[in-house]
């Protein structure tokens, strides 16, 4: 099982409608969790951080983090063509000396 | 969030030739930076933490002679592909942290190294 794992997709989205991002890893012991977007030849941009369990919203954004369940998402609101891009799904697991590790990555397509 | 700043942001180089790629970290201090590199349509992966002041931590696989690391400073750290090969050719990234070992990671621009 890979530390953190996410569907690569492509995850399709009609323009307005709500894409949903799912994230699973392994490390119990995580304790911080991130949202990066990354346009094609760009490097990541944070979008979201989240600390304890429940929901943080930011803009369009929504991070939930169920630590029992070991899974974090990503639900975005009224979506753009500009929000197409890849998520990557970022935990700060301590087994690993507090190295944030990434998932692979989901491909978002927003179509108008 | 914190700005962290990477340079050059493309780089072509001859086969065997060395290449220095510098990260600044412009807004606040950091002690520990990392260096990650990403090949076409994968996911970042972590080469190494430069930490301030001492040696840097390699992750398995890396060849620590082959990237050179310095972290001179607590706003400068560089990374140096030395005898470079078509094979070193990705985009390099550089990060650095902002409010401890548990705060958010913030990237660099990137670099695209491209070896002929």
């Known amino acids: 099982q890979k530390e953190v794992e996410q569907n690569s997709g492509p995850l399709s989205v009609p323009e307005g409608a709500i894409a949903s991002l799912n994230c699973t890893y392994s490390?119990?012991?995580?304790?911080?969790f991130f949202w990066y977007r990354q346009y094609s030849g760009k490097s990541p941009e944070l979008i979201m951080s989240i600390y304890s369990n429940g929901d943080k919203e930011d803009g369009r954004f929504t991070a939930q983090l169920n630590k029992a369940s070991q899974y974090v998402s990503l639900l975005i609101r009224d979506s753009q063509p500009s929000d197409s891009a890849t998520y990557l799904c970022a935990v700060n697991r301590r087994a690993a000396g507090n190295k944030l590790t990434f998932g692979g990555g989901t491909r978002v397509l927003v179509k108008p | 969030g914190a700005v962290v700043s990477q340079h050059p942001s493309r780089v072509i180089c001859k086969s065997g030739t060395s290449v220095k790629i510098e990260c600044r970290s412009l807004d606040f201090q950091a002690t520990t930076m990392f260096w990650y590199r990403q090949f076409p349509k994968q996911s970042l992966m972590l080469m190494a933490t430069?930490?301030?002041?001492?040696?840097?931590?390699?992750e398995q696989g890396v060849e620590k002679d082959k990237f050179l690391i310095n972290h001179a400073s607590l706003t400068l750290s560089t990374l140096t592909v030395t005898s470079a090969h078509p094979e070193d050719s990705s985009f390099y990234i550089c990060?650095?942290?902002?409010?401890?070992?548990?705060?958010?990671?913030?990237f660099g621009e990137g670099s695209r190294l491209t070896v002929l």
């Open positions: 990060s650095a942290r902002s409010g401890g070992a548990l705060g958010e990671l913030f």
């Open positions: 430069s930490n301030e002041g001492s040696k840097a931590t390699y």
């Open positions: 490390d119990r012991g995580s304790q911080s």
